[in-house]
């Protein structure tokens, strides 16, 4: 048997109704206009001034790496990867490899267990998060990006703020001291 076609009652258009609507939307967009609590940041002429706990960028001291690749294997994103490089063994004199850690940032999702895992902290965060790139290569660093901390394009010519919350207007903008850590 067919199935049975079944008309829908569509309800009657109401030029009053529709224009009421818009009308509404309009109101709530000028509101959202003219209120002067909006929490926009004028980027790059202000930024959010981070806590130096902030789990930003991760840097190397290569000095300090003893290639256990503990980094590496913990890494979910895979984004930690170990290379071998040849270098001259202190006490002998020989050459000999030694693995070190180089990282895509394409994948990194800044979880930091690489730094917690490191056993001799050679990986540590950096209160950076807004470095621009022009392609996705120039995200995955190599050893000798990857033991250079980036610096913030709007650090050198922003003023640094952050937002706290205020009972009777939400989140409010306050400048922050460069000094001070706040």
Same mark, same amino acid.
């Given at each position: 048997m067919p199935p049975r076609f079944a008309e829908k009652k %569509?309800?009657?258009?109401?030029?009053?109704?529709a224009v009421g609507s818009n009308l509404s939307l309009l109101a709530l967009g000028l509101k959202y206009f003219v209120n002067?609590?909006?929490i926009t940041l004028d980027y790059p002429k202000e930024y959010i001034k981070l806590r130096d706990t902030y789990r930003g960028f991760i840097i190397l001291k290569k000095?300090?790496?003893i290639g256990c690749e503990s980094c590496a294997r913990i890494c979910p994103a895979a984004a930690m990867k170990m290379i071998k490089l040849q270098i001259k063994d202190p006490k002998t004199g020989k050459?000999?490899?030694k693995k070190y850690p180089v990282?895509?940032?394409?994948?990194?999702?800044f979880c930091g267990y690489c730094v917690d %895992?490191?056993?001799v902290e050679a990986l540590y965060h950096i209160p950076v998060h807004d470095v621009v790139y022009m392609n996705l290569e120039e995200m995955k660093w190599n050893l000798e990006q990857f033991q250079v901390e980036p610096k913030s394009p709007a650090v050198g010519e922003g003023a640094p703020v952050r937002y706290v919350f205020d009972p009777e207007r939400g989140l409010v903008k306050v400048r922050v001291e460069e000094?001070?850590?706040k």
């Open positions: %569509v309800p009657p258009y109401s030029f009053a109704k002067p609590n909006r000095a300090k790496c050459p000999k490899l990282i895509n940032y394409q994948r990194c999702i %895992v490191c056993p000094g001070g850590g």
